[in-house]
């Protein structure tokens, strides 16, 4: 166990309106991860962090900005959802060294955008 | 254009035999591959693992392969377990930092009892 909360488990909401999730981790890991996962496509990586202020984009990072300002919070915020954005998101952690090379994931945020 | 590609979205097995997931990859950078499992409302999680140098990974019932020259690799479980129903997930390691993960679409694997 990770120790990976994320936050809220489930939400609805209006297209337009911005949303942010959170992903918690208790044994500060210095990297942290967001995915979407939609049917057909697997997980697709929207952007992930390597540190504190630390972040970058990743394959689908389009209409998503993230925020890492203490090692164990990255929340991931949607300026103006959309219709498209509605989906299961999952948050992960990777431990530093190269003996680590698994990602371990939280229990997702179910979203759905009206 | 998927890097990582899992062409059987789905997969039956009688309890008992051997569950063959495939998966191929387009990207020779790929230093690191990963299978994981994924319950309904529940996060993945890891199984097994191989490293790009390796051919063979095996834990317990789970065994994965690995074929360098075809982009190719797979797992086998066996024997098969109802438990084992789940969606697998194949993914592949980037080298370098960061360690981004490329994940397969996913294959739905039902265990009949």
């Known amino acids: 166990d990770a120790g990976i909360t994320q936050s809220p488990r489930h939400k609805v909401t209006e297209t337009g309106t911005p949303v942010t999730l959170r992903c918690h981790q208790t044994e500060n890991h210095r990297y942290m991860y967001w995915y979407r996962q939609d049917p057909g496509h697997g997980l697709r990586l929207i952007h992930y962090s390597y540190g504190v202020k630390d972040t970058d984009k990743g394959e689908v990072s389009d209409g998503y900005s993230v925020s890492r300002s203490k090692t164990e919070d990255f929340l991931l915020t949607l300026e103006s959802a959309t219709s498209s954005q509605t989906s299961v998101y999952f948050c992960a952690i990777s431990k530093a060294g190269d003996s680590y090379n698994e990602q371990f994931f939280g229990p997702g945020t179910r979203l759905t955008v009206l | 254009d998927q890097q990582v590609k899992q062409n059987s979205p789905s997969l039956s097995v009688q309890e008992g035999r051997i569950s063959i997931l495939n998966c191929d990859y387009t990207n020779s950078m790929f230093d690191y591959f990963l299978w994981y499992k994924k319950y309904p409302a529940e996060g993945p999680t890891f199984l097994i693992s191989i490293s790009s140098i390796k051919d063979k990974n095996e834990d317990g019932r789970f065994t994965v392969f690995l074929n360098k020259s075809a982009k190719h690799l797979s797992l086998h479980i066996v024997p098969s377990q109802p438990g084992d129903s789940a969606v697998y997930f194949c993914?592949?390691?980037?080298?370098?930092?960061?360690?981004?993960?490329?994940f397969g679409s996913g294959t739905q694997l039902t265990v009949l009892p």
């Open positions: 993914a592949a390691r980037t080298s370098g930092s960061a360690r981004q993960l490329t």
